[in-house]
């Protein structure tokens, strides 16, 4: 690991060493309490390397997505033969994959593995050019959290989605938002067992920064190897201000102006919890405000399509896989007939029940006068601020209460808005549904269409979804950037 980008260094042993791995029990099902279904030797706090090993299966076998074969052989210098696909298989989820293994074989690459805070998603790079490593997020057939840590081909599918809607928003206008993310760019799923892995970049700062770091949220807070306190801690002391201020200005508001950028203007929703956001900080401990985030499609991820319609975005025309005759919708790609509900459910289960409630637990010790209910209304706060800033809609926040009704406000949103000349609508009687059940049952004044379906919208009432199959393009012709 000695060869590898200074940058990406800092942030691997983060990962790696600095995570006390906690999580709120009152709110959140913990998927690495059961950590000891991985074997010793590939958990990320012993630092293990070994060579990645892979399945080479005939195309004909295999659904391919994105350009993960251009990215293979500039940042990893491994060239898949044009009538084969590679599958990338974890140590120990080596007899999962037995039966191809005894037909095509299991070859030992010259590429190096080792594992991030996810036990799946492991750091690969080749030792002849150590510099430029990618992740590889690969299926692991343990059970963690009453859940199988595979990965299959819809999460990829999803990935490869949210990954090109990211693409497509102007450099500028990230930069201004201040936020980076890992491209999923690719990947490969076996077409008979489903099982799938991603190609994911890592943003230029864990590459090639030189005095700054990009530090997981789950960093933050957790005890330091060499260090009487934690990160944050230091960093809250030299500032000279209290712990709730530097909080709250320094990590909080960053953190919901990227997220409520994303799900209000862009209407993408992230699983933006403390394993998949990061913050920059520099070697004398000062928070910049850029936001990095990964994992762009789990379970809680999803694209607000009827929203994306309103801001005048949509998705791709096609999107670059090679499929077969798998036939499947946009709604399927994005999770879009259950994006209702998931707005306030994502927000408060990983913004207020997981990031806010890991900063107060990691820092009361170091200072007792910090209050959670002071870090819970800021963050509802500034969510309210930001539906007032890219909705013009002011949701309630009733005294007390640990949630705020974004759903409700995006509803408000659309059923009021200018629908291409149609009339203002009334005031909503329930809420919007997203779903392609009773559509015949439903009369709506205005279709909207779009290359990903047509919204039927009635307006002041409700908007409805019905999607249009997707459009396959075979590979992509988009270059590793």
Same mark, same amino acid.
């Given at each position: 690991m000695k060869a590898l980008p200074a940058a990406t260094r800092r942030w691997l042993a983060l990962e790696q060493t600095v995570n006390d791995r906690r999580i709120n029990p009152l709110h959140v099902v913990s998927l690495s309490g059961s950590q000891d279904a991985v074997w010793p030797e590939y958990r990320p706090e012993r630092r293990p390397v070994w060579p990645l090993a892979a399945i080479f299966v005939p195309s004909r076998e295999a659904h391919s997505y994105g350009n993960h074969r251009g990215w293979l052989a500039t940042r990893l210098r491994l060239h898949v033969p044009g009538d084969q696909d590679v599958v990338f298989v974890h140590p120990q989820s080596i007899e999962a994959y037995r039966r191809y293994i005894d037909r095509y074989g299991l070859v030992r690459t010259r590429i190096l593995a080792t594992p991030t805070s996810s036990h799946r998603s492991l750091l690969a790079w080749n030792p002849a050019s150590p510099d430029t490593p990618v992740i590889v997020?690969?299926?692991?057939?343990?059970?963690?959290?009453?859940? =199988?840590?595979?990965?299959?081909?819809?999460?990829?599918?999803?990935?490869?989605?949210?990954?090109?809607? =990211?693409?497509?928003?102007?450099?500028? *206008?990230?930069?201004?938002?201040?936020?980076?993310?890992?491209?999923?760019?690719?990947?490969?799923?076996?077409?008979?067992?489903?099982?799938?892995?991603? &190609?994911?970049?890592?943003?230029?700062?864990?590459?090639?920064?030189?005095?700054?770091?990009?530090?997981?949220?789950?960093?933050?807070?957790?005890?330091?190897?060499?260090?009487?306190?934690?990160?944050?801690?230091?960093?809250?002391?030299?500032?000279?201000?209290?712990?709730?201020?530097?909080?709250?200005?320094?990590?909080?508001?960053?953190?919901?102006?990227?997220?409520?950028? &994303?799900?209000?203007?862009?209407?993408?929703?992230?699983?933006?919890?403390?394993?998949?956001? &990061?913050?920059?900080?520099?070697?004398?401990?000062?928070?910049?405000?850029?936001?990095?985030?990964?994992?762009?499609?789990?379970?809680?991820?999803?694209?607000?399509?009827?929203?994306?319609?309103?801001?005048?975005?949509?998705?791709?025309?096609?999107?670059?896989?090679?499929?077969?005759?798998?036939?499947?919708?946009?709604?399927?790609?994005?999770?879009?007939?259950?994006?209702?509900?998931?707005?306030?459910?994502?927000?408060?289960?990983?913004?207020?029940?997981?990031?806010?409630?890991?900063?107060?637990?990691?820092?009361?010790?170091?200072?007792?006068?910090?209050?959670?209910?002071?870090?819970?209304?800021?963050?509802?706060?500034?969510?309210?601020?930001?539906?007032?800033?890219?909705?013009?809609?002011?949701? *309630?926040?009733?005294?007390?209460?640990i949630s705020i009704p974004l759903d409700e406000a995006i509803d408000a949103f659309l059923l009021h808005h200018e629908w291409r000349g149609a009339p203002a609508g009334r005031p909503p009687r329930r809420l919007m549904s997203l779903t392609r059940a009773s559509v015949s049952a439903f009369r709506p004044q205005l279709q909207v269409a779009t290359n990903w379906g047509r919204l039927l919208i009635e307006p002041g009432r409700s908007v409805r979804l019905d999607p249009a199959p997707v459009r396959f393009a075979g590979r992509s012709r988009s270059r590793p950037r």
């Open positions: 997020k690969v299926s692991l057939f343990v059970v963690m959290g009453g859940v =199988l840590r595979d990965v299959d081909e819809g999460e990829l599918a999803r990935s490869t989605v949210a990954t090109m809607i =990211l693409d497509g928003i102007d450099p500028r *206008v990230r930069a201004a938002n201040g936020f980076e993310f890992f491209a999923d760019v690719g990947g490969a799923a076996l077409q008979r067992a489903g099982k799938a892995w991603i &190609l994911r970049s890592l943003p230029e700062s864990i590459v090639s920064a030189r005095s700054k770091t990009m530090v997981p949220f789950f960093s933050l807070c957790s005890a330091q190897p060499g260090e009487p306190d934690p990160i944050l801690a230091r960093a809250i002391r030299r500032s000279g201000r209290s712990a709730a201020e530097f909080l709250c200005e320094r990590i909080i508001d960053p953190y919901v102006r990227v997220f409520s950028y &994303l799900l209000l203007v862009e209407g993408l929703g992230i699983e933006a919890h403390s394993q998949n956001v &990061l913050c920059e900080m520099t070697e004398d401990l000062e928070v910049t405000g850029k936001i990095a985030f990964r994992d762009l499609a789990g379970w809680g991820a999803f694209v607000n399509l009827a929203l994306r319609a309103a801001r005048g975005r949509g998705v791709p025309d096609a999107l670059p896989a090679r499929r077969g005759d798998i036939r499947c919708t946009w709604a399927d790609l994005t999770n879009a007939e259950v994006a209702h509900q998931r707005a306030s459910e994502g927000v408060v289960r990983y913004g207020m029940h997981q990031v806010v409630w890991e900063l107060y637990r990691g820092l009361r010790p170091y200072f007792p006068a910090l209050r959670l209910v002071t870090l819970r209304a800021h963050f509802l706060q500034g969510w309210k601020r930001a539906c007032l800033e890219h909705l013009r809609v002011d949701p *309630v926040i009733a005294p007390g209460c």
